[in-house]
């Protein structure tokens, strides 16, 4: 299956709580820190959630 890398571009100060919990579901808690996740349509809902938090890497 395929893979997709994630980076988290955006702080989550000062973010609504359900933000937050979508950052961590994806693995994310930190500036700048890249995760590697199946690229499978919930992941995608997610990204698509938090546009202004996360970012896709190639």
Do not use: C, F, W, Y
Request: no cysteine; aromatic share 0%; charged share 30%.
């Amino acid at each position: 299956m395929a893979t997709i890398k994630i980076k988290q571009i955006g702080s989550p100060i000062r973010r609504p709580e359900a933000q937050r919990k979508m950052l961590i579901g994806l693995g994310l808690n930190k500036m700048n820190r890249v995760v590697e996740l199946k690229d499978t349509p919930e992941v995608r809902g997610t990204i698509a959630r938090l546009p202004h938090l996360v970012a896709v890497v190639d």
